[in-house]
């Protein structure tokens, strides 16, 4: 009986969840390939730069950062579904949403002038509306649950895993959960300002209409926790070769 209901689990499973041809045509429409492939070359850099101070024992165990995409593939086919997918799919054929997409894939995107339009517009009395109606869609973008998901998955055991980790106490935890998601939350609204500069009010508050969708809040959730299976073991991979003190001035 465990047997057959285990094989009734597994097939409802393999007739729901996305198909690797939705999968792909949703990383080709949203732009998630170019930063799938930004991701690995930070990341292959960063492995490259603790290699040099590494013992060629460490060194020969470099993880592969083909698995990012990978595993960012095999996570969104586990964890949407095929009729979600769809919808998903579908909300990328509105111009809008690309167009946005478009911005937040600029290749010579600055935090910095971010920042200063943020304050700039911020300071502006009559952009009251405009500021609304952008942390209105960062609101969607960056939801508190979401961020949990990266947090819980990815950073919670990085800082477990690090020197020191073992001193690490549930409140302790528990604030820098707290701080991570206020961080990434006001990250969101200043990158989003930024990045709709160039939209009216009118296209705003459709592009509010289009992240507040069923469809957009399942790719969000689903993004957040691919992102933190992709990177999760080669952040431990790291962190297991990277001996903190061994490279602290004393």
């Known amino acids: ?21 939705q999968v792909e045509k949703y990383i080709s429409v949203s732009s998630s390939e170019e930063q799938l492939i930004e991701l690995e070359s930070q990341f292959s850099q960063m492995q490259n730069n603790i290699n040099k101070i590494s013992s060629e024992e460490e060194a020969s165990n470099s993880y592969d ?27 990328y054929k509105n111009v809008l949403l690309l167009q946005f997409v478009s911005a937040q894939n600029d290749p010579d995107f600055d935090p910095n002038k971010a920042e200063a339009y943020a304050k700039q517009i911020k300071a502006d009395p009559e952009a009251s509306v405009r500021i609304e109606l952008v942390e209105k869609i960062a609101d969607a973008l960056y939801k508190k649950e979401s961020i949990a998901i ?85 952040f431990l991979s790291m962190a297991s070769r990277y001996d903190l003190s061994k490279h602290q001035k004393h």
């Open 150 to 234: 990266l947090y819980d998955n990815l950073m919670k055991p990085l800082m477990q895993n690090s020197i020191g980790g073992d001193k690490l106490n549930d409140e302790t935890m528990k604030k820098s959960k707290e701080m991570y998601i206020k961080m990434m939350i006001e990250e969101g609204k200043t990158e989003t300002l930024y990045f709709t500069k160039e939209f009216t009010q009118e296209e705003l508050e459709a592009l509010l209409k289009i992240v507040q969708t069923p469809a957009m809040d399942h790719e969000s959730k689903a993004v957040f926790g691919a992102m933190a299976y992709a990177l999760k073991e080669f």
């Open 1 to 21: 009986m465990k047997k057959q209901l285990y094989i009734i689990v597994l097939l409802s499973s393999l007739l729901f969840s996305a198909t690797p041809e």
């Open 65 to 91: 950062m083909q698995l990012l995409s990978i595993r960012f593939r095999e996570y969104l086919q586990k964890n949407i579904s095929e009729d979600e997918m769809e919808e998903i799919i579908a909300q």
